[in-house]
């Protein structure tokens, strides 16, 4: 099992995920903290658990700009789709699949205390060296 925290620290390490994925994307932090709220509105359709750690998610995600509009969001280890016109379109890594990413980071910490390793995450780095 992984180390326990206490709220301050669960803060704290929370915060360097978030700094260390707004890295990875190459976005100001305030853009990925857009995308922790647009996760805590969202709902989750499906998680993929093989009982040892969580390998994906699927979420609603609401729309930040249209009433009654939802984007429909796959996150895993080998890659991320979603609905919104940023990412089938033009292919980019919006703000619902990072706020995929958030969701499945959270739900690993609190079943499994693992926290998600970007670097492991090839079309995360894929995505950053396409621009």
């Not at 360097?16 to 995308?35: F, Q, Y």
């Not at 993929?48 to 750690?53: P, T």
């Not at 699927?58 to 979603?82: F, I, M, N, Q």
């Amino acid at each position: 099992m992984a180390e326990e925290l206490t709220p301050p620290q669960l803060s704290k390490r929370l915060k360097e995920w978030l700094l260390e994925l707004a890295s990875k994307l190459n976005w100001r932090i305030d853009k990925v903290l857009d995308s922790y709220r647009l996760a805590q509105r969202s709902e989750i359709i499906d998680v993929r658990d093989d009982g040892k750690s969580i390998n994906g998610i699927r979420l609603k995600v609401p729309s930040e700009t249209r009433d009654d509009t939802y984007y429909y969001v796959s996150v895993g280890p080998y890659g991320a789709k979603c609905t919104c016109e940023a990412s089938v379109i033009r292919g980019e890594v919006c703000k619902h699949i990072v706020a995929g990413l958030v969701m499945w980071n959270m739900l690993s910490v609190i079943k499994y205390g693992k926290w998600l390793d970007l670097n492991e995450l090839e079309w995360l780095r894929q995505s950053q060296d396409n621009e």
